[in-house]
């Protein structure tokens, strides 16, 4: 059974702090690795897709970068706006039946300060 | 495209009744996923089509829920009857087998 774990589960940071946040997998064969960020009464939202270990994805404040093992999305100097829940996913290579589901983790809460 | 839409997005109703929400997927998109998301149990997928089928729905928690696909523009998830436990935010998502755009989300009370 694919498993995904975030941690830490709520991160406070001043303005300019820069931190990450880390996301262990464990699946049969890892199809991709998706990161979303999700604010108060919305869905999801689609930030980035990882393919393999080594890959790294860039976007504005934002870095993710994967391993064998788990992915960091790397936040360099955060903003206020910047804070929301993050949310990590995988999709397993597999049959019919789970080859498309994404499976998520509990999620990381930031909180960045002015 | 103006991504996934669902409706109602706030619904409060009475134990016992049926309740049903609806989904249009984003044009072109051949998966359509339902999750539930709870404070204890974050994101859960319920059920997911391709190509209007049915392909998992190991996620559904009893057979008060059930859901449908008519046409490639729509679906909906029917809880019937309705229990306070079922108070969640549902998510609507699609994709074309690799990442998923959500839906702002219903969210359901049930008194």
């Known amino acids: 059974e694919d498993q995904v774990t975030q941690s830490p589960e709520a991160l406070r940071l001043q303005e300019g702090e820069s931190s990450s946040l880390n996301c262990s997998y464990t699946v049969s064969g890892l199809r991709g690795l998706f990161w979303y960020r999700q604010d108060p009464g919305k869905g999801p939202e689609f930030l980035f897709t990882?393919?393999?270990a080594g890959e790294e994805k860039e976007k504005e404040r934002l870095k993710a970068t994967l391993t064998k093992k788990e992915s960091f999305l790397h936040i360099t100097a955060p903003k206020p706006e910047d804070s929301a829940t993050y949310l990590c996913?995988?999709?397993?290579?597999?049959?019919?039946?789970?080859?498309?589901?994404?499976?998520f983790g509990e999620g990381t809460q930031l909180t960045v300060n002015p | 495209d103006a991504g996934v839409i669902q409706s109602p997005r706030h619904e409060v109703t009475e134990m016992g009744q049926e309740v049903t929400l609806r989904c249009k997927p984003i044009?072109?998109?051949?998966?359509l996923f339902w999750y539930r998301q709870t404070m204890m149990r974050g994101l859960e997928l319920l059920i997911y089509?391709?190509?209007?089928?049915?392909?998992?729905d190991s996620g559904m928690p009893e057979d008060r829920f059930s859901a449908k696909m008519p046409n490639a523009s729509f679906s909906t998830l029917k809880i019937q009857p309705s229990e306070p436990r079922d108070s969640a935010v549902y998510f609507c998502?699609?994709?074309?087998?690799?990442?998923?755009?959500f839906g702002q989300g219903t969210r359901l009370t049930v008194v």
């Open positions: 044009s072109g998109h051949d998966y």
């Open positions: 996913a995988v999709q397993a290579v597999g049959g019919k039946t789970s080859g498309s589901r994404l499976t």
């Open positions: 089509f391709n190509n209007n089928v049915p392909i998992d």
């Open positions: 990882l393919y393999s």
């Open positions: 998502a699609s994709s074309m087998n690799t990442e998923a755009f």
